[in-house]
């Protein structure tokens, strides 16, 4: 199983940016796929972005073209650059990862978007 630490989280204004890493226990360019999920207080998770072993991505529309999801083959690393944060966007983050049947969860990290 794919142990996956996040990092990156903090407190922004609105309009602001953070960089989320997740740095995984393997080599990421052979994962089936990995995903980066958010848990708002008090509410469900929701899925944010997808990036697979063939480097295709996909966003929720709620993120799409304001987020970036991308990886470091050589880091193991994945992140999620994210821009022009709203309040909505308040969080914990959590990266996941497939991997032929296994799943895995990072700890997650807070992202708090307030003026």
Known sequence: QVQLVESGGGSVQPGGSLRLSCAASMNISSI??????????????EWVARITSGGTTNYADSVKGRFTISRDTAKNTMYLQMNSLKVEDTAAYYCYAYHYGAKSWGQGTQVTVSS
């Open 32 to 45: 089936i796929f990995m995903d980066w999920y958010r848990r708002p207080a008090g509410k469900q998770r």
